[in-house]
């Protein structure tokens, strides 16, 4: 079964251009109806507060200046708590794994990642919200 993202709207949280572009680029490339970004975790966060229920999940990088990807996801849960977030960092200690689940991440992927990764995960994740609104 195909699964359709025409109407799926993605927020991706992203300081570094190269990475937020490669990530916009998979997204488009596999369907995803809307990619809104952000370049830092407030950036996002004011973001999330003048869109509402409009995204359905959220792409985000950890490191980010002004407020870190764990930073946004505790402000996002707090709002959201259904909010799928995926976590793309550098950081790939199993401490920080176990630390990010601990604080809500729904996926995590450690950087740097195929293309392939990603589109696993977006897809894991988009199917998540279809069943969720079946």
């Known amino acids: 079964m195909d699964l359709d993202l025409k109407h799926v709207k993605t927020l991706v949280v992203e300081d570094n251009s190269h990475?937020?572009?490669?990530?916009?680029t998979i997204l488009n490339g596999i369907g995803v109806g809307q990619v809104f970004t952000a370049v830092d975790g407030a950036d996002a966060l004011n973001f999330i507060h003048e869109a509402g229920e409009l995204i359905n999940f959220i792409v985000c990088d950890w490191n980010m200046p002004k407020m870190t990807g764990i930073e946004l996801l505790h402000e996002v849960k707090a709002i959201h708590?259904?909010?799928?977030?995926?976590?793309?960092t550098a950081r790939a200690t199993a401490e920080s794994v176990k630390a990010a689940r601990k604080a809500g991440v729904d996926a995590y992927i450690a950087k740097p990642f195929s293309p392939q990764t990603l589109e696993e995960k977006i897809i894991a994740l988009a199917r998540q919200i279809t069943e969720a609104a079946a």
């Open 81 to 88: 708590p259904e909010m799928p977030f995926l976590m793309i």
């Open 19 to 24: 990475t937020m572009k490669l990530v916009r």
